[in-house]
């Protein structure tokens, strides 16, 4: 099954590129190659650009608070485990005071340097990494694997109390509700949302052996699910068949 997600509001929107950018330099950042860490610094650079927002950081520890606040609430309630919710109060106390106690911008430390930000100023032009332009960058390519790879840890260290206060919110997010099988009648599907919750994050699963791509669109109201088939004159058009998917309204 293939996973579509598609986010209600800007904060989410926010958080699903963040943990798309996370995802992406945790598979850099262990490899070998000179390449593969450039591209793990090209994605620090990135999530710093996204994290250059000013109320990112307020909106993350609001949230964690928020969750904190909620699940405190659960307390002494039979039908919950005691074990589970302090562990899940826990990890949210300590995201909580980790992301808090950094100083200014998620990679804030890393600005200090200016032999990262010389990479950074020109890591957005075509080709502008190049050895004629970077020497000192182009010899730190050819230092040892292992040497590489423990820069660029520790630069990505930095980021990571950003990194795991995003990946605990998304799933908490997730983990709220259950998925539902609905049918597209004719390759479209739509629904009214109910009143009283404010939905933030829609999940579709489909099965990859359709060969359909849904086109996803919604606000607080409806949520609409247009499939498009990728045709042989590299477009996509819409499908008129009937096609079942899950589908999970996250609040």
């Not at 590129?17 to 950042?29: D, I, S, T």
Request: proline fraction near 5%; hydrophobic fraction near 40%.
């Amino acid at each position: 099954m293939i996973l579509y997600e598609y986010p209600f509001n800007e904060r989410i929107r926010t958080y699903l590129r963040l943990e798309h950018l996370f995802r992406r330099l945790g598979e850099l950042v262990p490899a070998d190659s000179p390449l593969s860490h450039h591209y793990a610094l090209v994605t620090i650079f990135e999530i710093m650009d996204v994290t250059a927002r000013a109320d990112l950081k307020s909106d993350i520890l609001r949230d964690l608070e928020k969750h904190k606040t909620i699940f405190a609430s659960y307390r002494g309630n039979p039908a919950i485990s005691e074990k589970m919710l302090e562990q899940v109060i826990g990890q949210l106390e300590r995201n909580f005071n980790t992301l808090n106690a950094i100083h200014g911008k998620a990679g804030q430390t890393l600005t200090e340097s200016e032999w990262l930000m010389s990479i950074r100023s020109r890591a957005n032009i075509p080709g502008g990494t190049c050895e004629f332009d970077l020497p000192a960058y182009y010899a730190w390519q050819h230092r040892p694997a292992a040497a590489r790879r423990a820069d660029v840890e520790k630069w990505a260290g930095t980021l990571a109390p950003m990194a795991e206060a995003v990946y605990l919110l998304l799933k908490l997010l997730r983990d709220a509700d259950v998925p539902y099988k609905v049918i597209a009648t004719g390759g479209t599907y739509q629904q009214t949302l109910p009143q009283g919750r404010s939905f933030q994050l829609l999940r579709l699963r489909i099965d990859p052996a359709l060969g359909l791509i849904p086109e996803i669109s919604g606000n607080r109201l409806m949520v609409s699910v247009r499939l498009m088939r990728h045709e042989a004159d590299d477009r996509l058009h819409q499908s008129t068949d009937d096609a079942a998917f899950e589908l999970t309204l996250c609040a």
